[in-house]
């Protein structure tokens, strides 16, 4: 709006929205906290991106980390004791994953293969994260566990993005598209965890971003 990024709630039963702060020169990518009273967030100030938390009750912002590296795409673990997220603060240049206490405290690099690394999803079992990795053979769609170990990489391709976990973490869906020519579509991708089982999930037409919500009652 307006040529601005800015982060909205939007009420599915009464279409009302309401904007979420007005501070910093963008709000993107927000996630809601396990218990839904609280919404992670990055505000860009400068040339970086700081994390932060905004209580839905009170209104009250709390800044997780500094704006001198850009830290985006935070992701709450299922108990929301701790929240991954990617951030080019070791220097390289390179989008690293990292994991820190809830409060922002004990930040630590659990991402060291070849490649930049985004878009970080925490199971709803907790025991492991999927990532977006770009590198030499193009992006991949992959796992590792959430102090860094165990990675493997489920689907590679041209361009794949997206991932995000169906509600009992056995089940990743992700986007992928082929090289643009005539009649190329971006399509819906599931695949197990343990990389087996893809199967393309019929849309109309082009489809992209998939986010699985969870159990409705």
Known sequence: ?????????FDLQTGARALVGAFGEMT???RFSPDGSALLLSVTRGGG????RYDLGSRRMTQLTDASSINVT???????????????RDGAGNQQLFVMN????NVKRISYGNGRYAEPDWSPRGDVIAFTRLGSGGF????MQ?????????????????????????????????????????????IDTDGFNERITPTPTNATDPSWSPLLG
């Open 1 to 9: 709006e307006a040529n601005r990024p800015r982060v909205f709630l």
């Open 28 to 30: 993107i990518g927000p």
């Open 49 to 52: 991106a700081a994390i932060m």
């Open 74 to 88: 935070p992701c709450y673990s299922p108990d929301g004791s701790k929240i991954v997220f990617n951030s080019d």
């Open 102 to 105: 809830a409060d922002g405290s």
């Open 140 to 143: 991949s769609i992959g796992v």
């Open 146 to 190: 959430p102090d860094g170990s165990g990675e493997r990489i489920l689907s590679q391709g041209y361009l794949e993005e997206g991932s995000t976990f169906c509600p009992n973490g056995r089940v990743i869906m992700f986007y992928r598209q082929t090289p643009l020519r005539v009649g190329d579509l971006s399509h819906l991708v599931t």
